[in-house]
């Protein structure tokens, strides 16, 4: 029997509110870190440690209560200048924090929490004492291995490896891996919640009643499903929605009064201009109720960023660099189901930086550079996009020992090397060959590597780009929609029939001349701007035939390869509705929409169609089955 029997929704409620209080914590920590005599900002974490024992006593959970007690009465002792902050003393403070969290990790799964790591306990009395120095537990380390060890282990080039062969400069072998905590942590901060709800218990680390490797507890399935299907929405934005749905339901009605007069023979010029009116006022309200809906979605991202600056400083401090990570824009609003698929991605690129990007602060002094390294990630709305910046002060990445590297590995031959410009060769590292596979170890859990990296982006129809110099760091960008609910897409046609391409996808439309096409290695191209671009038929891309010679060309560019992708005419811009295909779905359809006129288009995945390219994706098969031919 549970623990909390009767006190389920009392225990929720705490959660909610201690996971939200710790996540504060967390910021403020690594913000005292950098101003040890901020009294305020002791004062604000010294409080929510206050709260949290509370809730804890309230609830009997002693062990916890003990833990909270200890360091509360540390940041008393801070906030009163009895004890300096010291290095030694944030690892102390930390070691307690996360053993507070696993604590949580068991309130979560209904039973009261088990003692916390004996050595922390030890080290906070010591502390208080005077008796001893702060005597943390030091986070394990992975054993220092060579760049060629660490290939010859995970059987493929990494990115470790790889930036060792462009910087020169030996990888820690573990930094590439997100540690369970982290994955948890992070995936906790994306999770919406709702009074009421489970706060993300998993935010807190595995649990005493999980084991290792097992399949999860029913509850916490039960508890995960909520997650993903409950969303926080300011109760201004329903109001708005309600009263759009109003208007409309009162333009429904005029509409409908409309109708009868008009059946009834009233076809005068007045009605019809009335029908008119309510018409153009049912469209903008419509559109109106579609924003507003969507807006309910959307979240802000520094719901995610703020397990960030903590992950950063414990990775910098287990490699001891000096890196401060500087967060702006965390009040832009993404979609929710973006926030949660972003998690993994930004953890890796992030960590990335601080592992490999930045040096050493006497490497760094060597350089001429300040010893403290900075790591910005910023996010902010551009028109209809949103844009995430991970940039670095670090070593940055030189494209030309990107592509020897790559030769040297057998991912490209010497003769595509050598048709690569910058952009393209630092994209190399993209290519699953470069990824780093995970690596059983205490502190390893997720390995995410970079091709793994840039599939995630792209399964958010999104896009990620490369800029770097040698010696003064790297820079990744990445472009999202808006929301994913609607796609904006070019419709292009074989002969009538319409087929829809991801806008995002396209960079300009050219007319095709059959006296400029080139044969390159039995390979018809297209020189555009003095780049030799390959030219696919969408004909072929399909296995239809080609009935004649297509006009017109849409210049695309993927994360892979840009290319011309050969059409027969076009059907204009439209924002889609994306419907997927549940139970059928063929390779190179992303989904259906429907077009005003009520046709419905095959969305293609243009992704899957190149991997097919001489195969050819039987989509007359697909139609057929579709009933769209």
Not at 269 to 274: G, I, R, Y
Not at 380 to 388: A, S
Request: net charge negative; with cysteine; proline share 5%.
């Amino acid at each position: 029997m549970s623990d909390f029997a009767g006190m389920e929704d009392l225990l929720q409620d705490f959660l909610q509110e201690a996971h939200d209080l710790l996540s504060d914590v967390d910021n403020k920590l690594v913000d005292l870190e950098k101003r040890p005599d901020d009294r305020n900002l002791l004062n604000d974490i010294f409080r929510g440690f206050h709260t949290v024992k509370g809730g804890a006593g309230f609830l009997n959970a002693a062990e916890l209560v003990t833990l909270c007690h200890l360091t509360e009465n540390l940041f008393d002792r801070l906030r009163n200048g009895e004890l300096e902050l010291t290095p030694e003393l944030m690892d102390t403070i930390m070691a307690a924090t996360k053993g507070v969290r696993e604590m949580f990790g068991e309130l979560g799964q209904m039973v009261l929490p088990q003692p916390a790591d004996p050595e922390v306990i030890a080290a906070l009395k010591g502390v208080l004492s005077g008796e001893a120095p702060a005597a943390p537990v030091a986070p394990v380390e992975a054993p220092k291995v060579s760049a060629e060890s660490v290939a010859a282990v995970a059987g493929e080039p990494d990115w470790a490896v790889l930036h060792a062969a462009v910087t020169g400069q030996p990888p820690a072998a573990h930094g590439e891996l997100i540690t369970k905590e982290e994955s948890a942590a992070v995936h906790a901060a994306a999770a919406p919640v709702v009074a009421g709800a489970a706060a993300a218990p998993s935010a807190f680390g595995r649990r005493a009643t999980d084991r290792p490797g097992g399949q999860p507890s029913a509850a916490r399935r039960v508890e995960e499903r909520g997650r993903e299907n409950t969303i926080r929405v300011d109760t201004s934005r329903l109001d708005q929605v309600l009263n759009l749905s109003g208007e409309i339901g009162l333009t429904k009605n005029r509409l409908t009064s409309l109708r009868a007069d008009i059946l009834a023979g009233k076809n005068d010029s007045e009605t019809l201009h009335a029908l008119d009116q309510a018409v153009s006022q049912l469209d903008l309200l419509v559109s109106d109720l579609q924003n507003s809906v969507m807006k309910t979605r959307m979240q802000p991202i520094g719901r995610l960023f703020q397990k960030y600056p903590r992950i950063a400083r414990d990775l910098a401090r287990q490699l001891g660099k000096d890196v401060e990570l500087v967060l702006a824009g965390e009040e832009t609003e993404v979609d929710k189901t973006m926030i949660e698929d972003l998690a993994d991605p930004l953890i890796h690129l992030i960590r990335n930086a601080v592992d490999h990007g930045v040096e050493m602060p006497l490497e760094r002094q060597a350089a001429g550079k300040t010893p403290k390294s900075l790591v910005r990630l910023e996010a902010r709305q551009e028109g209809d996009h949103i844009v995430l910046i991970i940039a670095d002060d670090g070593k940055g990445m030189s494209a030309e020992r990107i592509r020897a590297k790559a030769v040297e590995k057998g991912l490209i031959s010497e003769e595509e090397a050598n048709t690569l410009d910058e952009r393209q060769s630092l994209n190399l590292i993209f290519l699953p060959g470069f990824s780093t596979k995970s690596q059983i170890s205490d502190v390893s859990g997720r390995g995410v590597g970079m091709d793994v990296v840039k599939t995630n982006i792209q399964k958010l129809n999104g896009a990620i780009e490369i800029r770097s110099e040698p010696g003064k760091g790297s820079v990744f960008i990445i472009s999202l929609p808006l929301t994913l609910a609607i796609l904006p897409v070019l419709l292009v046609l074989l002969g009538d029939q319409p087929f829809a391409l991801p806008l995002s996808l396209v960079r300009e439309i050219l007319p095709i001349e059959q006296s400029r096409i080139q044969e390159v290695g039995g390979k018809e191209t297209l020189v555009v701007r003095g780049e030799v671009l390959p030219l696919i038929s969408l004909a072929r891309l399909l296995g239809w035939p080609l009935e004649r010679y297509p006009e017109y060309g849409v210049f695309m560019q993927t994360a892979e390869r840009s290319f011309i992708l050969a059409v027969d005419s076009f059907a204009g811009r439209d924002d889609a509705v994306i419907k997927s295909l549940e139970d059928f779905r063929p390779r190179g359809v992303a989904g259906v929409t429907t077009l005003s006129n009520g046709q419905i288009v095959l969305i293609l995945d243009m992704k899957e169609l190149l991997a097919d390219l001489g195969q050819h994706a039987d989509m007359g098969a697909a139609m057929r089955a579709l009933d769209f031919a």
